[in-house]
């Protein structure tokens, strides 16, 4: 059975008896160069523009509770990932946010804009760089302290009026930030700034306007630079042009190593829709890295521990993880990473906060609501792994994550298949050999077939210390692997799934939802 489904079971449980802060008011307004702005240290893990009527949240959590464990049911005997879908249609879309509030078109048109990009990436190709520009556009409507918090009651498992100030503080925003108005069919346009003086400047519009969750994201070219003559570059995606006026200079990705960066803007919504873009040349090494439990302390498999650190504690580095990353960093010339996490996209401020203020820049994915695409609505790891595959055929790619992550277990070495020679190694954290609290079994028996100086299972950060991952040295041969290739930890499935048996009706559906939602837990 998924690790990951006796994980949500688990914190299922605890959240009857947790309650779930949020982060602060995130402000966004800064000069040159884009940074991403100054964020909540705690996490805002929740869902957008789908579901039932937010006034109907509460009476309805029985019956989603009901539903939620004949899907886990149908998860413990090898059935489909039904559980995500299910959950997903308990959460208010921006119509039913509007009615409940009541509030008007005219109200909300009178609110300014938002928007969010995650720090893109772009390739080189026989014509040209192109970038992969991607976000999300939306409106926080006006909503009153108190309606907030009368609102926020609802989230919050327990009573509001027993949380502390700085509790009530955090559910009030959670509330805000749950109760916002995507914006669908929206035209996006970009103002690129390559320096501080704004000396080159390049204005571009996309080609396609927003879905109807408010999403953007399509590779689009740059107007200059447009004569490259890379036979070898690789593209991949939507490039249906887009309009585009000046032009910004840059060295051709095959003429380079070096990443090259640019600022973004998205007109209209400037203080809160920037971002940073990293033109990655044709050939180096790139390293694609997850977040929780490789990068911070999250312990989802620890479930008290799971929610303080996701909703309440500031974000930690997990042992000296960031020194292991500035090596890297400093000794790599050619080495480009991407951060790469399916928590969903209205948390991209407070990682991409956390992440950049630890570790070494790059580009940055998350998990997006496009909801009419298929794979990336159920394997969204998959699916932005064989973008960037697919983007960057010439490059060898490293893969860091832990092991309690059951997409992670199967899509890690389902690479090396599908991609043959682009795999360079994977490192994966067996968070069981160092946290007794990790109960959870999981699955080696995709790496059977790999050889096995390709990938290596590490316990602390300092086993990656002095590989020469240039030439391909994946493995630190001081740290016994004894792998033995299927499903792992067996012994603790009585003990975990004994905690499936506690989901509670009195949670709201919301709660239950959101959290399901937000960690993608199946």
């Known amino acids: 059975m998924a690790r990951q489904t006796y994980a949500v079971w688990m914190l299922i449980a605890a959240l009857t008896v947790s309650a779930s802060p949020a982060p602060s008011p995130r402000q966004e307004k800064g000069p040159w160069p884009p940074q991403v702005t100054p964020a909540p240290t705690k996490t805002q893990l929740i869902q957008r523009g789908i579901g039932s009527d937010v006034s109907s949240l509460t009476s309805d959590a029985a019956s989603?509770?009901?539903?939620?464990?004949?899907?886990?049911?149908s998860a413990a005997t090898g059935g489909t990932n039904g559980i995500e879908p299910a959950a997903l249609t308990s959460l208010p879309t921006g119509s039913q946010i509007m009615s409940t509030l009541g509030i008007s078109e005219?109200?909300?048109a009178a609110t300014p804009t938002s928007a969010l990009q995650r720090r893109p990436y772009g390739n080189f190709t026989d014509k040209g760089w192109q970038v992969r520009f991607n976000g999300f556009i939306y409106k926080t409507p006006n909503i009153s302290e108190s309606d907030l918090a009368k609102y926020a009651d609802g989230f919050v498992v327990g009573n509001y009026d027993q949380l502390p100030p700085d509790q009530q503080a955090n559910a009030r925003n959670l509330t805000s930030e749950i109760f916002i108005v995507q914006q669908g069919n929206v035209s996006?346009?970009?103002?690129?700034?390559?320096d501080m003086n704004g000396s080159s400047k390049e204005s571009i519009t996309l080609p396609y306007n927003t879905t109807a969750e408010g999403d953007f994201d399509v590779f689009v070219p740059l107007s200059g630079n447009n004569q490259g003559d890379n036979a070898n570059g690789g593209s991949t995606g939507t490039n249906a042009g887009g309009n585009s006026t000046g032009s910004l200079q840059f060295a051709n990705g095959n003429e380079t190593n070096n990443v090259q960066t640019f600022g973004s803007w998205v007109r209209g919504a400037a203080d809160t829709g920037n971002a940073t873009v990293y033109l990655v040349p044709d050939k180096g090494l790139t390293t694609i890295s997850d977040i929780d439990d490789i990068l911070r302390i999250t312990k989802i498999y620890e479930p008290e521990e799971g929610l303080l650190n996701s909703f309440a504690r500031p974000?930690?580095?997990?042992?000296?993880?960031?020194?292991?990353?500035a090596n890297w960093s400093k000794s790599i010339p050619t080495m480009h990473f991407h951060y790469l996490t399916t928590t969903p996209e209205q948390a991209t401020r407070p990682y991409e906060d956390f992440v950049f203020k630890t570790y070494p820049d790059g580009?940055?994915?998350?998990?997006?609501?496009?909801?009419?695409?298929g794979d990336e609505t159920l394997s969204p790891r998959k699916y932005l792994l064989d973008k960037i595959f697919q983007t960057f055929p010439n490059r060898k790619f490293?893969?860091?994550?832990?092991?309690?992550?059951?997409d992670v277990m199967k899509d890690y070495p389902q690479m090396v298949t599908d991609y043959p020679g682009q795999v360079n190694c994977i490192w994966l954290r067996n968070t069981s050999e160092t946290d007794s609290g990790d109960l959870f079994p999981y699955d080696t028996s995709g790496f059977k077939n790999l050889n096995n100086n390709s990938y290596m299972f590490f316990i602390n950060a300092n086993d990656l210390m002095n590989l020469d991952i240039e030439n391909g040295q994946c493995r630190n041969t001081t740290i016994p692997q004894n792998v033995t290739f299927g499903e792992q930890d067996?012994?603790?499935?009585?003990?975990?799934?004994?905690?499936?048996?506690q989901v509670a009706t009195s949670m709201s559906a919301l709660g239950l939802a959101l959290f399901v939602a937000a960690w993608n837990i199946v």
């Open 106 to 108: 005219s109200d909300l």
């Open 315 to 325: 974000f930690t580095a997990w042992e000296n993880m960031p020194d292991i990353y």
């Open 363 to 373: 580009s940055f994915d998350d998990r997006p609501l496009n909801f009419t695409n």
């Open 398 to 406: 490293n893969l860091i994550a832990d092991t309690s992550n059951s």
């Open 188 to 194: 996006v346009t970009l103002d690129l700034v390559a």
């Open 64 to 73: 989603l509770a009901n539903s939620f464990t004949e899907a886990l049911g």
């Open 490 to 501: 067996e012994a603790a499935k009585d003990k975990v799934t004994g905690a499936a048996s």
